[in-house]
């Protein structure tokens, strides 16, 4: 009876723990859905800001920026770099399988990757599992932030890219980098690096200039400066959103499977008790019939 209650248990407690990776499945989803629809209309803006950027960049470049009173080092990349600025995202929470894991390693790959290099990097995190990951590997932070990735908005990302924009500018880094899990389809994620900064113009708008936005030299420098602010920080707020659908898709997958896993276990369990208890009730037959022939 003690083996047969100790089944009971195990089985209460795995359909316990189905109904909340099922209630976490369906949250998530539902997380999903609206996060989706934001980083596709937020790609979009994306995709037009880089284009406007980088035309009218590459038609100043025709010029001389620095002649603008533009730092030319925006848009040139620098053959002898010695210091990296590198931004990751991961999540703050757990529970979404592989999605950290991937970006962390990811980071790690990077920044061997340059140290081996003989270069400086600086690393600004943002997510409490990266973050917790790289300290507990004795790896310096430059910067951390917690609870942005779960929660992103614009005035998020502005605060964390205008500290990193300023170090550019005034000579700190060399370069900026921004690593993370974006969201590919329902079932697949995929590693994004962007270098941020300095912009390339060739791989943006080709070799040749082909806009038909036209600018007087003269306001160049404000219409950069406005769109550089602009390119920057939102670049940023985008990857945290593309950054959260991942997590989301993540998860989604995970509870999915652990769900599933519950309900193998429990329905395992069911099929051990049945025996469990099938072995009890033909032992009490077997002393019952054992004891009444004992009494003839």
């Known amino acids: 009876m003690a083996n047969l209650k100790n089944i009971q248990r195990k089985i209460k407690s795995v359909q316990n723990t189905g109904k909340i990776t099922r209630a976490m499945k369906l949250v998530s989803t539902a997380k999903l859905k609206r996060a989706e629809e934001l980083a596709k209309s937020s790609r979009e803006y994306a995709s037009k800001l ?20 533009y730092d030319a080092r925006l848009f040139k990349k620098n053959e002898d770099e010695k210091v990296v600025d590198l931004i990751f995202i991961t999540s703050d929470k757990g529970l979404c399988g592989g999605f950290n894991a991937q970006t962390i390693k990811a980071v790690k790959n990077l920044y061997l990757k340059l140290k081996n290099e003989g270069k400086t990097v600086r690393i600004r995190g943002i997510g409490r599992k990266g973050i917790d990951n790289l300290r507990f590997n004795q790896i310096d932070l430059t910067e951390t932030n917690i609870g942005v990735s779960g929660a992103p908005s614009y005035e998020k990302a502005q605060k964390i890219i205008e500290k990193a924009f300023a170090d550019f500018i005034d000579g700190k880094t060399d370069r900026v980098v921004i690593i993370y899990n974006g969201f590919k389809s329902m079932i697949a994620q995929e590693i994004r690096q962007i270098d941020l900064l300095p912009v390339d113009l060739e791989s943006a708008a080709g070799n040749s200039c082909q806009s038909i936005i036209s600018t007087e030299p003269d306001d160049s420098k ?18 945290l959103i593309d950054s959260l659908a991942a997590e989301h898709a993540s998860r989604v997958q995970a509870m999915d499977a652990a769900n599933r896993n519950a309900k193998e276990m ?15 009730i033909t032992t009490e037959l077997t002393e019952i019939i054992s004891g009444m022939e004992s009494l003839k």
């Open 50 to 69: 880089n284009e406007v950027l980088s035309n009218i960049a590459c038609n100043v470049n025709k010029y001389d920026i620095s002649g603008f009173g």
């Open 222 to 239: 404000i219409i950069l400066d406005s769109l550089m602010q602009k390119y920057i920080e939102f670049n940023l707020y985008y990857s």
């Open 266 to 280: 429990a329905n395992s369990l069911t099929v051990q008790y049945n025996k469990a208890r099938q072995e009890s």
